[in-house]
């Protein structure tokens, strides 16, 4: 099963009689259009198989007694020949060359070219591996390192950047003459996938553009790497390595594959790439404006990635599989949230192309783009990065309380059940579509509720400045701090948490953590829109530090998060 097509294989085992014992034969995979004609026997076993005369009726009794024993006892399984997520009954899961994430049952077999793709290892303190992570970003400068931390931790996004019509649509192109550690670069990033080096990489301009195409669609939802494009000795040399290129563009560029056809001269289904892809090179392609457009375009200068103990650090975290761990971590965090991603993601992704073209970051439409794309993967980088430090056991002080929202609370409330008809002006009547991006958007409403009803409506929830806003309908999990004094009311799809012992931002970024999120996905109740009741709402456990360490937690939080801002700047 590779995603698109299901093709059907029997593995057939063996016995022959020797001297009155019976040895088993090598067991063999035959595909399900030549079962029958069993000339796959001689191919397999030769000698040691023989179809007796006569063949006809030999054939005909042989097949009919594999099929009767294979319907009594043949065991049937789904084998999976690709990366990256699938769903069965609801869930979902991330394939790799050593299995699942999120699915101990299922099986994976890929292209043995291919088998490095592999996130199985060593499972070492997730302390060290964070810092390992953040390590990583001091090889190079931001505007190097940036790109390529987001474009590794946007590739698990894909499949519901897909689902919401917005899949990625760039490559990374890192140039520079040699000795730049261009493919050194590529094979760190990679080492979030499997077990690489520069001299392991899947793809080089030396493959042919047919094997280059059929790897970039069994990766998908994973990183790619093409390396090599290099001064060509001949002029037909670098024809090949831009057609290959040209290929490249239009694939990861449009997302389209070249159409085929099958013998009975129905179009097959096309290859397109389903991953995110690095290309490494000395040159710039010749393969026109339009191509060159769908490459986001990182140059190396001699110095940008020096010998340093970073890299060298680095190189070894790689080794030891610290860098794929943190991916197993990111991909698992991932999980509980797939429901809501398309949706997210793609509010995330319009809010960034629409940054970048306005404050003329983006030469192209495409650049744009890229930029927003880029910066919703660091994003979810950063949020994990955080949430992991923020929350891992192994790191709870002492002084640290155990205590449910209830506890910490002065009181807990959500919006009006039954709002007043909308009187089209006056004061913002608000839902869970007003909260986004960590503010409540009193711009974006589009009910609003008289003076009287106002105060009838606010004798519920009692709105104030520091009271913390939970989106527990439809889109759960939305989060904001109350920071403004203009009047507004609420709906039923919105919560209101007033804290009483810890700080309402502390407690807006737990109510984020992916621990929260879970519970809130996993308790939700309803068919047409699934709903939190306040009552599991009040019994959700959370830690509480001094206010003091509450206060530096925020701060640690904000800081990074104000580097997305930087970011657009460093990767414009």
Known sequence: ?????????????????????????????????????????????????????????RKDTLRSVMFMIGQREAVRKSIYTHTGWREENDNWFYLHAGGAIGNDNAEVCIDNRLERYNLSGEKHNFISVCDAVTDIMNISKPEVMYPLIATVFLCPLNEFFRQAGYEPLYLLFLVGRTQ???????????????????????????????????????????????????????????????TIMQSLSRG?????????????????????????????????????????????????????VPLSEYLSRSQQYAQDGYYKQFMREYISWLIPQTEQLPQKLKSRFLYYRDKAIEENSAGFRRTGGAIAWMMTGFEYFLAFLVNSHMINEEQIPTDWIWATIENISCKISDGSH???????????????????????????????????????ENERTQLETNDVLLTIVGSIGRTAVIDFTERFALQRSVAVIKPCIVDSKYLMFILESPQISQYLIENSKGTAQKGIYLKQLSEIHIHVPPLHEQTRIVKVIETAFTQLDEITNSIA
């Open 252 to 304: 990861y560029g449009d997302r389209k594959g070249r159409d085929r056809m099958n013998p009975d001269i129905s179009l097959r289904e096309s290859s397109a790439p389903r991953g995110n892809v690095i290309i490494t090179g000395e040159d710039i392609p010749d393969i026109g404006q339009s191509g060159i457009a769908r490459n986001f375009i990182i140059e190396l200068m001699p110095d940008d």
């Open 418 to 456: 039954n709002p007043p008809p909308n009187s089209g002006n006056g004061i913002p009547l608000l839902s869970a579509v007003n909260i986004y991006d960590n503010k409540v958007n009193l711009r974006s409403a589009t009910g609003w509720i008289t003076d009287i009803e106002w105060i009838s």
């Open 180 to 242: 730049t550690r261009k493919s050194t670069l590529a094979a760190l990033m990679l080492s979030f996938f499997g077990e690489f080096s520069a001299s392991t990489l899947p793809c080089s301009f030396k493959d042919t553009a047919n094997a280059i195409e059929k790897k970039g669609y069994i990766l998908k939802d994973t990183l790619n790497v093409v390396d090599d494009y290099h001064p060509a000795m001949t002029s037909r040399e670098r024809q090949t390595m831009d």
């Open 1 to 57: 099963d590779n995603g698109a097509e299901r093709s059907r294989f029997f593995r057939v085992k063996g016995l022959q009689s020797r001297n009155g014992k019976l040895v088993e034969l090598p067991v063999v995979k035959v595909d399900s259009n030549d079962i029958s004609n069993l000339n796959w026997v001689t191919a397999e076993w030769g000698f040691d198989a023989i179809i007796y005369p006569p063949t006809v009726t």
